[in-house]
Nanobody, 123 residues
Framework: QVQLVESGGGLVQPGGSLRLSCVAS????????MGWYRQAPGKQRELVAA???????DYADSVKGRFAISRDNAKNTVYLQMNSLKPEDTAVYYC?????????????????WGQGTQVTVSS
């Protein structure tokens, strides 16, 4: 059993900042890439940022220079620091992890999602 739990969403004014956190827990052997996706009403889910186990990062063009992804491998946690927020950043933000479960559970590799956290940027 694996769970991803996000926190840190909320309402913020344009130009403000938020920090999202996501903790992966359960029978985890290793975590490969972790990432943040978002889905606005009426739109498809899109990648915001991703980080590999070695620390390589990738960002959507729309958030480059404003958002920063990081992770703490010892805590199975990924963060998303969001600065200079814009109304168009409003969405539900989802945490994603590409991981392998414990070898005692078969060691299967799979993709896991959190339940999502709402971020609203509005004055």
């Amino acid at each position: 059993q694996v769970q991803l739990v996000e926190s840190g969403g909320g309402l913020v004014q344009p130009g403000g900042s938020l920090r999202l956190s996501c903790v992966a827990s359960g029978s985890i052997f290793t975590i490969y890439t972790m990432g943040w996706y978002r889905q606005a009403p009426g739109k498809q889910r899109e990648l915001v940022a991703a980080i590999t186990g070695g620390g390589s990062t990738d960002y959507a063009d729309s958030v480059k220079g404003r958002f920063a992804i990081s992770r703490d491998n010892a805590k199975n946690t990924v963060y998303l620091q969001m600065n200079s927020l814009k109304p168009e950043d409003t969405a539900v933000y989802y945490c994603n992890a590409d991981l392998r479960v414990s070898l005692t559970l078969g060691g299967r590799r799979g993709n896991y999602w959190g339940q999502g956290t709402q971020v609203t940027v509005s004055s």
